[in-house]
Protein backbone atom coordinates (compact mmCIF):
# COMPACT_ATOMS: atom_id res chain seq x y z
CA UNK A 1 0.00 0.00 0.00
CA UNK A 2 1.47 3.45 -1.10
CA UNK A 3 1.54 6.08 1.50
CA UNK A 4 -0.49 9.11 0.46
CA UNK A 5 1.34 11.81 1.87
CA UNK A 6 5.18 10.51 1.26
CA UNK A 7 4.48 7.21 -1.58
CA UNK A 8 6.70 5.28 0.34
CA UNK A 9 5.80 1.61 -0.41
CA UNK A 10 6.52 -0.13 3.33
CA UNK A 11 3.82 0.72 6.03
CA UNK A 12 2.42 -1.31 8.83
CA UNK A 13 -1.34 -2.11 9.85
CA UNK A 14 -2.20 -1.00 13.35
CA UNK A 15 -5.61 -2.03 13.70
CA UNK A 16 -7.91 -4.01 11.45
CA UNK A 17 -11.71 -3.80 12.25
CA UNK A 18 -14.41 -5.26 10.40
CA UNK A 19 -17.86 -3.61 9.60
CA UNK A 20 -21.08 -4.64 11.19
CA UNK A 21 -22.02 -7.02 8.58
CA UNK A 22 -18.74 -8.25 7.55
CA UNK A 23 -18.05 -6.85 4.53
CA UNK A 24 -15.70 -4.16 4.68
CA UNK A 25 -12.18 -3.77 6.75
CA UNK A 26 -11.48 -1.02 8.11
CA UNK A 27 -7.01 -1.05 8.39
CA UNK A 28 -5.51 2.04 10.46
CA UNK A 29 -1.94 1.86 8.62
CA UNK A 30 1.45 3.34 9.40
CA UNK A 31 3.65 4.72 6.93
CA UNK A 32 7.36 2.94 8.03
CA UNK A 33 9.33 6.00 6.82
CA UNK A 34 7.14 9.36 7.48
CA UNK A 35 5.80 7.82 10.19
CA UNK A 36 1.75 9.31 9.35
CA UNK A 37 -1.07 7.50 9.89
CA UNK A 38 -3.71 6.64 7.03
CA UNK A 39 -6.64 4.74 6.92
CA UNK A 40 -7.81 2.14 4.18
CA UNK A 41 -10.90 0.01 3.52
CA UNK A 42 -11.14 -3.27 2.05
CA UNK A 43 -14.46 -4.58 0.07
CA UNK A 44 -14.50 -7.82 -1.30
CA UNK A 45 -14.47 -7.86 -5.11
CA UNK A 46 -16.92 -10.37 -6.59
CA UNK A 47 -17.80 -11.16 -10.22
CA UNK A 48 -21.24 -9.10 -11.04
CA UNK A 49 -22.75 -10.04 -13.95
CA UNK A 50 -23.02 -8.08 -17.39
CA UNK A 51 -26.47 -6.11 -18.10
CA UNK A 52 -27.53 -6.38 -21.79
CA UNK A 53 -29.10 -3.47 -22.45
CA UNK A 54 -32.15 -2.44 -24.33
CA UNK A 55 -30.50 -2.08 -27.71
CA UNK A 56 -28.51 -5.03 -27.16
CA UNK A 57 -25.04 -3.74 -25.78
CA UNK A 58 -23.00 -5.22 -23.47
CA UNK A 59 -22.47 -2.98 -20.13
CA UNK A 60 -20.60 -3.64 -16.68
CA UNK A 61 -22.29 -3.65 -13.48
CA UNK A 62 -22.01 -0.03 -11.86
CA UNK A 63 -22.90 -0.22 -8.25
CA UNK A 64 -22.50 3.70 -8.57
CA UNK A 65 -24.78 4.49 -11.23
CA UNK A 66 -27.62 2.58 -9.35
CA UNK A 67 -26.93 4.15 -6.03
CA UNK A 68 -26.98 7.50 -7.39
CA UNK A 69 -30.45 6.65 -9.44
CA UNK A 70 -31.98 5.62 -6.52
CA UNK A 71 -30.00 9.05 -4.77
CA UNK A 72 -32.23 11.25 -7.20
CA UNK A 73 -35.63 9.23 -6.74
CA UNK A 74 -35.17 9.25 -3.06
CA UNK A 75 -34.20 13.33 -3.15
CA UNK A 76 -36.01 14.85 -0.54
CA UNK A 77 -37.76 11.55 0.79
CA UNK A 78 -37.36 9.50 4.23
CA UNK A 79 -34.69 7.78 2.74
CA UNK A 80 -31.80 7.13 4.69
CA UNK A 81 -28.26 6.46 3.10
CA UNK A 82 -28.04 3.20 4.73
CA UNK A 83 -31.40 2.41 3.53
CA UNK A 84 -30.12 2.92 -0.27
CA UNK A 85 -26.81 1.31 0.46
CA UNK A 86 -28.49 -1.81 2.07
CA UNK A 87 -30.98 -2.20 -0.72
CA UNK A 88 -28.16 -2.16 -3.49
CA UNK A 89 -25.94 -4.75 -1.07
CA UNK A 90 -29.58 -6.84 -1.23
CA UNK A 91 -29.59 -6.41 -5.02
CA UNK A 92 -26.05 -7.66 -5.64
CA UNK A 93 -26.46 -10.57 -3.67
CA UNK A 94 -29.70 -11.76 -5.76
CA UNK A 95 -27.41 -10.84 -8.81
CA UNK A 96 -24.97 -12.66 -8.07
CA UNK A 97 -27.50 -15.74 -6.90
CA UNK A 98 -28.78 -15.80 -10.13
CA UNK A 99 -25.62 -17.82 -11.20
CA UNK A 100 -25.70 -15.87 -15.05
CA UNK A 101 -23.00 -14.40 -16.61
CA UNK A 102 -25.06 -11.99 -17.96
CA UNK A 103 -28.41 -10.28 -17.60
CA UNK A 104 -30.91 -8.28 -19.24
CA UNK A 105 -31.16 -4.71 -17.91
CA UNK A 106 -35.08 -4.55 -17.53
CA UNK A 107 -34.50 -7.06 -14.47
CA UNK A 108 -32.30 -5.06 -12.87
CA UNK A 109 -34.97 -1.98 -13.77
CA UNK A 110 -37.71 -4.19 -12.13
CA UNK A 111 -36.23 -5.01 -9.11
CA UNK A 112 -35.14 -2.08 -8.14
CA UNK A 113 -38.70 -0.67 -8.75
CA UNK A 114 -40.14 -3.65 -6.51
CA UNK A 115 -37.78 -2.39 -3.44
CA UNK A 116 -38.66 1.10 -4.04
CA UNK A 117 -41.84 0.60 -4.29
CA UNK A 118 -41.70 -1.15 -0.47
CA UNK A 119 -39.75 1.60 0.66
CA UNK A 120 -40.85 4.58 -0.79
CA UNK A 121 -44.29 5.38 -3.14
CA UNK A 122 -43.03 8.30 -3.87
CA UNK A 123 -39.71 7.53 -5.22
CA UNK A 124 -41.35 4.74 -6.60
CA UNK A 125 -43.14 6.99 -9.00
CA UNK A 126 -40.36 9.18 -9.38
CA UNK A 127 -38.23 6.19 -10.29
CA UNK A 128 -40.74 4.45 -13.19
CA UNK A 129 -41.53 7.87 -14.65
CA UNK A 130 -37.95 8.25 -15.90
CA UNK A 131 -37.57 4.33 -16.53
CA UNK A 132 -40.24 3.50 -18.30
CA UNK A 133 -40.70 6.25 -20.05
CA UNK A 134 -44.54 7.48 -19.75
CA UNK A 135 -45.69 8.73 -23.34
CA UNK A 136 -48.64 10.85 -21.39
CA UNK A 137 -50.27 12.01 -18.81
CA UNK A 138 -52.71 8.70 -18.85
CA UNK A 139 -50.16 6.18 -18.02
CA UNK A 140 -48.70 8.33 -15.48
CA UNK A 141 -51.82 8.42 -13.80
CA UNK A 142 -52.31 4.73 -14.14
CA UNK A 143 -49.41 3.99 -12.64
CA UNK A 144 -50.08 6.60 -10.04
CA UNK A 145 -53.46 4.33 -9.35
CA UNK A 146 -51.95 0.87 -9.20
CA UNK A 147 -49.75 2.30 -6.33
CA UNK A 148 -52.57 3.57 -4.34
CA UNK A 149 -54.31 0.55 -4.58
CA UNK A 150 -51.97 -1.56 -3.65
CA UNK A 151 -51.16 0.67 -0.69
CA UNK A 152 -54.83 0.56 0.08
CA UNK A 153 -54.45 -3.58 0.23
Not at 61 to 77: I, P, S
Not at 90 to 117: A, C, F, I, T, W
Not at 145 to 151: G, M, P, S
Request: net charge positive.
Amino acid sequence: MKCPYCGHLENRVIDSRLNKDFTITRRRRACDDCGRRFTTYERLEVTMPMLIKKDGRRESWDRHKVVEGLKKACEKRPVSMTDIELFVDNLEKELQDLGEREVPVNLVGEKVMEGLRQMDGVAYVRFASVYRQFKDLNEFMDELKNVLNTQKE
